[in-house]
């Protein structure tokens, strides 16, 4: 797919800027939305109009966002952009995650912005959020199997279900961070139903299920201590989100 019309232009226009300066500073939104068409464009080496992992990965390096897990944070980072789902990350899909950042600091810094800061802030707060997620549904997961323990092994024999539950539930529940807790939650909430057609086969053909299942019954109590411990979390989560903006919004700006 070529690049979309004026982009090769952009991104002239945004090589010729970067040789003037270290970072692109003091634009104003218009200016900042051409500016990242030229970042893209730039990015995309073999100019096929979208880009993969590689040439994602290369572009964080360039702005020195801290990787702690390299595959999960670039994964994280990776299918929050593509919101399609197809592997490859367009220019609109790309430019469109700015959005935010752009109108946000449009309206609180005299409309002047600095490029390099707009594109960290938009990517670690990916992270951010990708990081928060995993936390959330990992402790859940924990903390359900403590609230079993009493019964846990007069109903399970081990817990190598309990992984395969984890993965097929979570882990491999879809493309980006919004539609595995999508998965999740739904998949919890058949579960606790006894209507989750995966359980309801592995019941049936897994060997580790039919070995460490002595009740199908505790399947669906273990989903609903996790599915609560689950929601807690993420709203503890969006609590101190909210916290933290309406601390922003009350610290008064630097004359």
Known sequence: MAPPRGAAMAADSFKLMRRKSSAVSDLSSDAMRIALIGVFTEADKDSSGSLDRPQLTGL???LGVQLLNPIEDIDAIFEAVDTDGDGNISTVEFCTKFEPAIKRLGSSMMGKMDLDIIMKETFDKMLVDARDQRTAVNRSFMMAREDCQEWFCKKFLGSKWRMKTFDAFYTNGGKGSASRLAHLRKSLDEAIKGKNEWITTSLESDQDFKREVLDKDGIGTFADKWLA??????????????ASCETNRTVPSNP
């Open 229 to 242: 411990r689950l929601e807690a979390e993420m709203g503890t989560i969006t609590a101190k989100r909210l």
């Open 60 to 62: 964080l390096s360039s």
